[in-house]
């Protein structure tokens, strides 16, 4: 068999999409993006990385924050073009606005509702909003 990146079905721009699971509740915590370079980092490490679409460069899960996600899984789905990472989150925090997970707008009758409150400040964790 061949190199196991090349086994990845990659978009055009080289990216595949990551979702985040927690271990131990198996709630989605995220989703990012990952070109090689983050999959083998991640493979290496044992800590996310991901690509960043917004700022064109390689970002460790929680290199500011403290909110590092420790893999214990990578997954490939059926079609190669997504990727699964099953992790245990440091703080209990995912994403960047505080909250559990990116996830916490639900859809109710015609609109978006935040559902989840935001555990940390994101202001005291990046020093911006």
């Given at each position: 068999?061949?190199?196991?990146l090349d086994?990845?079905?990659w978009?055009?721009?080289?990216?595949?999409?990551?979702?985040?699971?927690d271990?131990?509740?198996?709630?989605?915590?995220?989703?990012?993006?990952?070109?090689r370079?983050?999959?083998?980092?991640?493979?290496?490490?044992r800590?996310?990385?991901?690509?960043?679409?917004?700022?064109?460069?390689?970002?460790?899960?929680?290199?500011?924050?403290?909110?590092?996600?420790?893999?214990?899984?990578?997954?490939?789905?059926?079609?190669?073009?997504?990727?699964?990472?099953?992790?245990?989150?440091?703080?209990?925090?995912a994403?960047?606005t505080?909250?559990?997970?990116c996830f916490?707008?639900?859809?109710?009758?015609?609109?978006?509702?935040?559902?989840?409150?935001?555990?940390?400040?994101?202001?005291?964790?990046?020093?911006r909003?």
């Amino acid at each position: 068999m061949g190199n196991w990146l090349d086994e990845v079905r990659w978009n055009k721009d080289g990216l595949a999409p990551a979702i985040a699971q927690d271990a131990a509740t198996h709630r989605v915590l995220t989703l990012a993006w990952m070109n090689r370079d983050a999959l083998t980092l991640t493979r290496d490490t044992r800590e996310a990385h991901y690509w960043s679409r917004s700022r064109h460069k390689l970002w460790r899960k929680g290199e500011q924050s403290g909110h590092v996600q420790r893999v214990r899984e990578i997954r490939l789905d059926c079609d190669r073009d997504a990727i699964l990472l099953i992790v245990e989150q440091a703080g209990g925090i995912a994403c960047h606005t505080g909250r559990e997970r990116c996830f916490y707008r639900r859809l109710e009758s015609d609109g978006w509702q935040t559902v989840e409150p935001i555990l940390e400040d994101p202001v005291t964790v990046y020093g911006r909003e």
